[in-house]
């Protein structure tokens, strides 16, 4: 077989069938550099997802079904489990052994602490032993104890004869084998032992411990397949854990009553040995104290200290006071306030008016206006004269705030040596001191805290009580339908979502318009509707355009024949070849539908059923296939009767003829070419030629090199995007690319285009009867027609 690969470039020439146009060419690989964006196929949209569960929604729905009824017939068949709750009040813990002064903070701070500890308390293991023996749950309990543990329990340290005689063999294998026994296997061997283990973890398996939030209470949640027990085991937790509480505080106030008695002894002796250490050094260093913290002279220190604040904050106020002044007098506060300034400028403002009004009568060298500006320059003098005066009070202040300044730090100064002189003797004295008060605190606190525990180790009072007790529960909290029913609704969800997902992922087939551009990178030129109705034989429904002109098959194609008006920049190509990757794609079928629309234009349109190797269109139109185009191209018969009447007005069909030995051979001949020229020069307007698929055949390659117009047909949900991409790298190989896509068989779920308008103005056009051959082509000889 002949591959596009293999054919040979052939010069173009008059008696050259095959003619590869290198401008063509170029244009269609620079167009196959532009690779379909990998990224882009792997999006996906909120709209692509409900597409897809659209889709498969039955597939959803029988999963959420089945999953939902297998978790209802779960919860019935379930056995009930009752659960029975205690409320509890936990009160702030009573007070600590040893407090100290912020002891009452801290407690407040750890309340967080405190109750978290109770919780855990509540679900501790020795409460569920003693519940579990106060209520005899264990009937195998005994008393039977040895000195190092339980019976049968090993002490420490020790091995089980299994793990020691595994260790005895020989051999790596054996010892790994062994480590695994081992993992899988307790080691305790005695049965006592392990069914007392087992009741206490399904003891406390069955508790639950729930606060309640911003309060001190808390539930104590109790689950059991006997509601009656569960509500004595909740009881008999809230009594038990009440008097465990009890026993601990009972013990812990006879240990601090003890301890506390032995530490005050010893801490009362040193509080007195610290006391006459003290008196006897101040004594020694003549050292006066006001009170036990306070010496004179740092009392004198501290007075000089706060005089010398009060001078110095005086002595800054005054300079900057004059500053200010002395920078700008006029505008000062205490010139302005001043009378005697304010009286002159008044009377300058005066004479400055009366100067002002004259000058227009008189001159400026007017013995009246030379008095007038004589009095005003004697004002001027005045005002800065006050001016002055006020400079030179405040220049007074400042100087005496601070010449008293320097007097209190000088002696402030001198108090300061005296202050560290004091310190230098006073070390030993300190450190005496903070000796004595310790000591005294710690007693004080001991002595107490002796007298507190005293009073209370008598008192019984717990801080935990109980609020409500346990009732029998009526109904079951175990199973619930509803909750099941919600698991498996929302397990059947996802299960349904994998399983349509999966499925959509391993399906690569092309499914909707939106991918035609994405994934191929060729425009879309038409979308064929899915046709539901049983049409009697394969292959007829490309006779809807004639049937049913008004229906959603006819106006998809003649969208697709609007599209093909441009297509190109010459307008809608003279000569088309439809071919398709695969067959069964529904390229024969666009061919005759095409031509039908091409036809009802009112052009002359010629069908040619070039698909030697499995011809269908002379099935369809039920016409003899005894002579066609393979007849014509291998000179076998009478060239002017082959083109027969298709029964369709304006539209003539040439069949593909008896199987030759080897098609892509006749295609490659001048015959091919002839035949169409011949064909338009009969006048024919438009030629469309159905051709084999692409891939495994190499007669689609060879006719778009002759006729270079293809459209591409992919039918939706079928096609695979590999055999897709294929067949357009072999034409891209052969110089060729498709004028577009049309996109056959797609579904309503998958495209919008059709399934929700119908077609427009389709009630008021009227039927149409007549589809017969009303203008044969004239100089043609056509098979049942007379001549």
Not at 9 to 25: D, E, F, H, I, N
Not at 303 to 319: C, M, T
């Amino acid at each position: 077989m002949t591959s596009p690969e293999n054919i040979p470039a052939v010069r173009s020439g008059p008696g050259t069938a095959l003619q590869l146009r290198q401008q063509s060419y170029n244009l269609q690989t620079g167009l196959a550099r532009n690779e379909p964006d990998e990224e882009a196929e792997d999006s996906i949209s909120i709209k692509d997802v409900m597409r897809i569960l659209g889709k498969h929604k039955w597939v959803l729905i029988a999963a959420i079904t089945f999953c939902t009824t297998v978790a209802i017939l779960q919860g019935l068949t379930t056995t009930p489990v009752y659960q029975a709750s205690v409320l509890l009040q936990i009160d702030q813990s009573s007070a600590r052994i040893v407090q100290f002064s912020k002891d009452v903070d801290l407690a407040q701070n750890d309340d967080y602490l405190m109750l978290t500890t109770q919780y855990e308390l509540l679900q501790s293991r020795s409460l569920a032993e003693r519940v579990i023996d106060d209520l005899q749950l264990d009937p195998s309990r005994t008393s039977n104890r040895v000195e190092n543990g339980v019976a049968g329990v090993p002490v420490a340290g020790s091995l089980p004869n299994e793990a020691v005689d595994a260790g005895a063999k020989s051999g790596w294998l054996a010892s790994v084998l062994a480590g695994y026994h081992r993992l899988g296997k307790p080691s305790v061997s005695n049965r006592e032992f392990l069914s007392r283990e087992a009741i206490v973890g399904g003891f406390m398996g069955s508790v639950k411990v729930e606060p309640v939030r911003n309060s001190r209470l808390v539930k104590v949640k109790v689950t059991n397949t006997n509601a009656g027990q569960a509500a004595r085991i909740a009881n008999a937790i809230a009594q038990t854990y009440m008097t465990l509480t009890m026993e601990r505080r009972n013990q812990s106030s006879t240990y601090a009553k003890s301890f506390l008695e032995d530490q005050l002894k010893s801490t009362k002796a040193k509080l007195e040995d610290s006391e006459r250490t003290l008196n006897s050094y101040a004594k020694t260093n003549s050292i006066l104290t006001l009170d036990e913290k306070t010496s004179v002279i740092s009392q004198t220190y501290t007075d000089y200290s706060s005089a010398f604040g009060r001078v110095e904050q005086d002595r800054l106020k005054a300079e900057a006071i004059y500053n200010a002044v002395a920078a700008n007098p006029e505008s000062a506060p205490q010139v302005l306030e001043s009378k005697t300034v304010q009286t002159y400028k008044e009377q300058k403002a005066k004479l400055e008016s009366e100067y002002l009004t004259n000058l227009a009568v008189y001159k400026a060298e007017f013995p009246k206006m030379v008095q007038l500006k004589a009095q005003i320059s004697e004002l001027d003098g005045r005002i800065k004269g006050e001016v002055s005066a006020v400079l030179t009070s405040l220049k007074g202040q400042y100087e005496a705030a601070k010449k008293q300044e320097d007097k209190v730090r000088e002696r402030l100064q001198d108090t300061r040596n005296e202050v560290l002189l004091t310190q230098d003797r006073s070390v030993d004295l300190n450190f005496y001191k903070r000796e004595l008060d310790t000591n005294r605190q710690i007693y004080d606190g001991l002595l107490q805290r002796l007298k507190e525990v005293g009073i209370t180790s008598g008192v019984t009072s717990s801080n935990i009580s109980v609020v409500d007790e346990a009732n029998t529960p009526l109904f079951p909290i175990s199973p619930n339908l509803m909750k099941n029913a919600g698991i498996g609704l929302l397990a059947g969800l996802l299960l349904g979502v994998g399983i349509v997902f999966t499925r959509e992922h391993l399906d690569d087939s092309i499914k909707n318009a939106n991918e035609i551009e994405t994934r191929l990178s060729l425009p879309l030129l038409g979308i064929v509707p899915e046709i539901k109705k049983k049409v009697a034989q394969q292959g007829a429904l490309a006779l809807l355009t004639v049937s049913d002109p008004r229906g959603m098959f006819a106006e998809a194609y003649r969208s697709m024949r609007t599209a093909l008006q441009f297509s190109t920049a010459e307008g809608s190509p003279r000569r088309i070849v439809i071919t398709s990757s695969v067959q069964s794609e529904g390229k024969s079928t666009t061919a005759l539908a095409l031509a039908i629309n091409l036809a009802q234009l009112g052009q002359r349109v010629l069908l040619i059923d070039a698909d030697m190797r499995n011809p269908s269109l002379h099935k369809v139109l039920k016409l003899t296939n005894d002579s066609g185009l393979s007849s014509y191209l291998s000179g076998d018969a009478q060239r002017e009767a082959l083109i027969q009447e298709s029964g369709i007005a304006n539209l003539a069909i040439l069949t593909a003829g008896p199987h030759p030995p080897s098609p892509v051979d006749l295609l490659m001949g001048p015959g091919l070419l002839a035949l169409l020229d011949r064909a338009e020069a009969m006048g024919f307007e438009k030629i469309v030629i159905d051709a084999p698929p692409v891939l495994g055949l190499a007669d689609a390659i060879v006719l778009g090199n002759q006729v270079q117009n293809i459209l591409f047909a992919v039918k939706a949900g079928e096609t695979r995007l590999s055999s897709i991409r294929d067949a357009l790298r072999r034409l891209r190989l052969g110089g060729l690319m498709p004028l577009g896509v049309v996109l056959t068989s797609a579904r309503a779920e998958e495209s919008n285009y059709y399934g929700s308008y119908g077609v427009y103005g389709a009630e008021n056009q009227p039927p149409r009867t007549d589809n017969r051959l009303e203008n044969p082509v004239p100089g043609v000889l056509v098979a049942g027609t007379p001549a």
